[in-house]
């Protein structure tokens, strides 16, 4: 409470996510806090009446207007909500199933089949996703979005094509250790996949740049600088993310498949493998997202000349996307 009381005069607007964010985001566990919070599948059920007063309670803070007896954790629990469902950059109600609290919910069932049959949709799911959370202080139009897509499809398939054949070439892997390697295959694919739709979907942002803010929230300039620090991390935590997804259980699934309890149950090996999935989407996700800043920071001076003769400050903030 003594933190977030350090912030309520600030809870309001972009500013909210400067004062929070940097005390909360200096280390790793502040910002797995952090993102724990975004990503908490509660938010999905909350209903537009209830969001509306949360917005209108953070505007009320904001001009001194607030109701006796409210504490800093029902302003906290409104910030909560707010950044879970809003975006920072439009102010605008993210699509439920493309935000980050239902990237598990409805990513799961994808995941689930993607071991079997390489699914479109799961590259859908995260372009939207991927568009959805992205630095929005500059329009992207719909034809980037769909360039992403196809782009991320294309060199997921070639990728994971390519891998296939050159398993089934290798005579000398036994049966057990083809399997494994199978399964591992759309690691790679999916891996690449993103960084493609991540540099393709958020290509205008190197050639327009984005908006860089000082300590009270004003915006400086736009810079690519600052638009390729933002999408470099952004596509490593996409690069990250499935790692466990893909890898753990396809290892784990290869024992829990030889227990003569599920050989026995065939029917239970589908239910199985989606709980474990589940459990590893839901560790992965607040790790990778925590691996960098949502509203990250650099220094002036390794911007654009123009930007850093343009305000004192010495560090600048922007928001690198989730």
Not at 148 to 166: K, W
Not at 236 to 251: D, E, H, K, Y
């Amino acid at each position: 409470t003594g933190e977030i009381g350090k912030c309520t005069y600030l809870l309001s607007g972009k500013q909210d996510f400067f004062c929070l964010l940097r005390n909360y985001e200096g280390s790793f566990l502040g910002r797995l806090r952090h993102v724990i919070d975004i990503i908490d599948p509660s938010t999905l059920f909350v209903s537009e009446k209830r969001l509306e007063e949360c917005v209108k309670l953070l505007d009320d803070h904001k001009h001194g207007e607030l109701p006796p007896g409210m504490s800093d954790l029902q302003l906290w629990e409104a910030q909560k909500i707010k950044q879970a469902i809003i975006h920072p950059d439009t102010g605008e109600k993210i699509f439920m199933p493309f935000r980050m609290s239902g990237y598990v919910p409805f990513g799961t069932p994808i995941v689930s089949l993607i071991y079997n049959i390489i699914h479109l949709k799961s590259w859908l799911h995260n372009a939207c996703v991927n568009f959805a959370n992205r630095n929005a202080t500059k329009p992207t139009p719909t034809s980037k979005f769909l360039q992403g897509y196809v782009g991320a499809v294309t060199s997921a398939v070639s990728i994971a094509v390519g891998l296939s054949v050159l398993i089934k070439k290798a005579n000398k892997l036994s049966p057990a250790t083809r399997m494994i390697i199978q399964r591992l295959v759309p690691f790679p694919a999916v891996a690449s996949a993103n960084i493609c739709n991540v540099g393709l979907m958020r290509h205008n942002e190197l050639s327009e740049g984005i908006d860089v803010v000082d300590d009270n929230g004003n915006v400086v300039g736009s810079s690519k600088i600052a638009a390729r620090h933002a999408i470099t991390e952004t596509a490593f935590t996409r690069v990250v993310l499935p790692m466990p997804i893909f890898v753990l259980p396809p290892i784990i699934m290869s024992y829990l498949e030889r227990l003569r309890f599920l050989q026995s149950n065939r029917r239970l090996l589908l239910p199985v493998h989606g709980l474990v999935c589940l459990v590893t989407f839901g560790l992965s996700l607040p790790v990778a997202l925590s691996l960098f800043p949502q509203m990250s920071q650099i220094e002036a001076s390794c911007l654009e000349p123009e930007i850093a003769m343009a305000t004192d400050c010495k560090v600048l903030t922007y928001n690198k996307g989730l």
